[in-house]
């Protein structure tokens, strides 16, 4: 099945500065999700990721499919200790009804 | 709406035992399914349940079995756990649609000695 490869595992900011993930594959993805996941939490969806180049926003969180569909990003402007979390990518199967297949995961630490 | 819900949220088992993690929706999903997160790993697919009365294997079934008892809850048995099986178990369930959104409950958290 598709995978997909996600860095870094870890990134520890400052508040203040920005953070940004990525994922990776190898092949064209369908589609692309981004899941939160606080400490001791469960994951929380975020965005899908549809169309080629498509880039969407929500507040300082910006999210990227790149062009050829074989990458995504996700930045946050102006890092909060709200942010602190563990974000996943998950590639969702086509008709597969609608399995994931999720990225490592970037663990977010943000300094006060 | 509670949303997903599962029970228990701890539980230590002893290498040997069985047990029954129990999952509950009331979104009126059709899909349903289980995973596993392990440190540095993601979440994996254990089973999933595309609809009442369906089942199938994801990409980590050994040692598993599961249960679609009905549209609303999805159970996931350990018949002889194992300390490899130490894990945080989540429950998702599935928005309908074109999305593949999937709503998560709050997990359990299984350790075997």
């Known amino acids: 099945g598709q995978q997909v490869m996600q860095i870094p595992q870890y990134q520890h900011v400052q508040e203040g500065e920005d953070f940004t993930t990525y994922c990776n594959s190898s092949?064209?993805?369908?589609?692309i999700q981004w899941y939160k996941q606080r400490p001791g939490g469960h994951p929380v969806f975020l965005i899908q990721?549809?169309?080629?180049?498509e880039v969407k926003k929500q507040k300082r969180l910006t999210f990227q499919f790149g062009e050829a569909k074989k990458n995504s990003s996700l930045h946050i402007t102006a890092t909060q200790t709200t942010d602190v979390g563990t974000y996943f990518c998950a590639l969702a199967g086509g008709t597969s009804y609608g399995k994931l297949t999720f990225g490592q995961g970037t663990i977010l630490t943000v300094h006060p | 709406n509670a949303g997903v819900t599962q029970t228990p949220k701890f539980q230590v088992l002893k290498t040997g035992q069985s047990m029954t993690l129990q999952c509950a929706q009331d979104m009126n999903h059709n899909s349903m399914y289980w995973y596993r997160q392990d440190p540095g790993m993601g979440l994996r697919l254990i089973y999933y349940?595309?609809?009442?009365?369906?089942?199938d294997k994801g990409e980590v079934p050994n040692g598993y079995n599961v249960s679609r008892l009905n549209k609303r809850e999805f159970s996931l048995r350990l018949e002889s756990a194992a300390p490899s099986q130490t894990s945080v178990y989540f429950c998702?369930?599935?928005?309908?649609?074109?999305?593949?959104?999937?709503?998560f409950g709050p997990g359990t958290r299984l350790t075997v000695t």
């Open positions: 990721l549809v169309k080629s180049g």
């Open positions: 349940s595309a609809s009442e009365g369906t089942t």
């Open positions: 998702a369930s599935r928005v309908e649609g074109s999305s593949y959104e999937q709503y």
């Open positions: 092949t064209t993805l369908s589609n």
